[in-house]
């Protein structure tokens, strides 16, 4: 069973001048995979799966004058998280392999894997003032996250022993390997912005932008009760990053206007890495990568009736360079770059909005292409995954479609549909993939169809719904195969773990009645098992892979108060 306490309070502590809004929640997660003891077999942990999420939220409004308003939030939510829905199987011939839940499709075999902490932390302040001639707003904001994890691996089959061996200790002698792993961010943000009234005629935006970014991780691997250290490592970074922007916005006519917009960033990115232990080679050095970027946008917008309007629009982006692990293969002399060099895309896209059937059948309508170029990307080095570029690019198309259909006073109708396919551009010995493979875990198709009928019955006004929700199967690995740009076979052996399509049934209604309201629902409805993600780790002639699995039918009854 989960729970869920929500509550919050508004309220003017001067009528007109300064308000105040404290609100809080309580989220006890119920799980439904049942862990198992990976020797008997036999049923150790039932639905074991669960978080429990706690926050709290404060946020303030002052009106300073009547041109000038400063509001003030904060927030802090904490969240334990125990197991995944994962499941596990075993692929014994990878050249046919047959994916079946190794323990059943709710349970998986393995060890106590403990608790994993997240926290966060955030607080901003947003100042507006009205010159008549122009608006300003300042944004100051900090957030801090932080994710300590304490594990014993002792539980693992085998482990104490190798242990033994790699630090020449007597047989039996480890008995824990406490691991400690530190997660932390701290960042800030500053920005300004001026802009001009809204008006018919000419409208612009000027502005600045600087964050900094602290980051630390600290990981540590002790074999116990000796003390000898197997893995003693921290990178701490530093990020910051500084822009300017403008854009212009003119009508040429009241229904037709066009906006173009420029952004300058300045990036630095520095990190050390120190690393030592029994398990990992001595390194002690530090990187720095540096890059600046212009960015652009350009839009346009014509509005030929008030039902209906047109838009077209074209903007670049970037993600900046970063410091990447040092990593490297032993056996094929492969290595990472120290620098993750900053990747780029454009995106274009056409689109109308409007309604019809005076404004009973509303509509949002989208087509768009990105191309990518040396995308950031995840490689494998020496079996590990780490930060790289792909020189082949990415090119990206598809569509989205939106529609509310307002069938009757009491009932209407929601329709998302929307198609993308990525592929990429060229053979990539980077990602080991193939010119035409499909980008990984994005399905093709996507959609959803909703319901809403509402009624009064007895005095008590109602809501009923019910919705379905589809998403199509997607590729989770590149596969690769012979280039014939590079005259050699290019991938790592990876196997497609077997995505399938499904689609999801929710149903609920809602009675209100003066300040009291319950709402009924039941997600999944017909109970569909199916995976919303997967991987294969292939290891020679075998693999192993991990499906997770879409949670099951959840029914609940929410009871809300207002005062």
Do not use: C
Not at 118 to 143: C, H, M, P, Q, R
Not at 191 to 202: C, G, K, M, Y
Not at 430 to 437: R, S
């Amino acid at each position: 069973v989960s729970q869920l306490y929500r509550g919050n309070v508004s309220l003017p502590l001067i009528e007109d001048k300064l308000g105040v809004t404290i609100g809080g929640f309580h989220n006890k997660k119920a799980g439904f995979i049942d862990r198992l003891d990976p020797f008997t077999q036999a049923v150790v942990e039932k639905d074991y799966n669960t978080a429990e999420i706690n926050g709290v939220n404060v946020a303030a409004l002052w009106q300073v004058t009547d041109r000038a308003r400063l509001k003030v939030t904060g927030l802090h939510q904490k969240t334990t998280v125990r197991g995944t829905s994962a499941v596990a199987f075993g692929v014994a011939d990878v050249t046919a392999p047959d994916f079946v839940p190794l323990a059943g499709e709710l349970h998986f075999a393995g060890f106590d894997p403990g608790s994993e902490v997240i926290e966060y932390y955030k607080a901003d302040a947003t100042l507006n003032i009205d010159f008549d001639w122009a608006e300003l707003t300042a944004v100051s904001g900090f957030a801090k996250y932080q994710n300590p994890t304490n594990t014993d691996q002792a539980n693992s089959p085998g482990l104490t022993d190798l242990m033994d061996i790699l630090t020449g200790s007597a047989p039996g002698t480890t008995t824990n390997i406490p691991t400690y792993i530190y997660g932390e961010t701290r960042r800030f943000v500053e920005e300004i912005r001026l802009a001009s009234p809204n008006n018919e005629t000419f409208e612009w935006l000027v502005g600045a932008y600087y964050a900094r970014e602290n980051a630390k991780n600290v990981q540590d691997i002790v074999a116990a009760p000796q003390q000898i250290s197997l893995v003693d490592v921290s990178f701490p970074s530093v990020y910051e990053e500084f822009a300017v922007f403008a854009d212009a916005t003119y009508y040429i006519t009241p229904e037709f206007d066009v906006t173009a917009g420029l952004r300058y960033s300045d990036n630095s990115f520095e990190s050390e890495f120190n690393f030592a232990g029994l398990l990992i080679p001595a390194l002690q050095q530090s990187n720095k990568s540096q890059d600046g970027t212009l960015t652009y946008l350009f839009n346009a917008r014509w509005r030929p009736t008030d039902d209906l309007s047109l838009y077209t629009r074209v903007a670049s982006g970037f993600r900046p360079a970063f410091v990447n692990v040092p990593v490297m293969d032993p056996l094929s002399g492969n290595s990472t770059s120290t620098i993750v060099e900053a990747d780029k895309l454009w995106s274009y896209e056409v689109g109308a909005k409007g309604g019809l059937l005076e404004g009973r059948l509303q509509y949002d309508l989208a087509l768009w292409y990105i191309d990518w170029d040396n995308f950031q990307a995840t490689l494998v080095i020496n079996g590990l995954n780490t930060g790289g570029n792909s020189t082949a690019g990415m090119k990206s198309r598809g569509f989205e479609a939106s529609l509310r259909a307002h069938v009757t006073d009491a009932l209407t109708i929601d329709t998302n549909v929307a198609y993308a396919k990525g592929e990429l551009k060229a053979d990539s010995i980077e990602i080991g993939a193939l010119k035409g493979e499909p980008t990984r875990f994005v399905p093709d198709w996507t959609a959803s169809v909703r319901a809403n009928y509402a009624f009064t019955l007895g005095g008590i006004d109602g809501v009923a719904r019910v919705g379905a929700r589809y998403v199509g199967d997607y590729s989770t690995a590149y596969v690769g195969g012979y280039s014939q740009t590079f005259g050699q076979n290019v991938g790592f052996g990876d196997i497609r773990f077997p995505i399938e399509d499904y689609t999801l049934v929710d149903i609920g209604a809602t009675f209100r009645k003066g300040n009291v309201a319950l709402n009924l629902y039941a997600t999944n409805l017909l109970d569909k098992y199916a995976y919303a993600n997967g991987g294969v780790t292939v290891a020679g002639p075998s693999a192993s892979a991990t499906g997770y699995v879409v949670e099951p039918r959840r029914i609940g009854a929410a009871l809300e108060l207002s005062f």
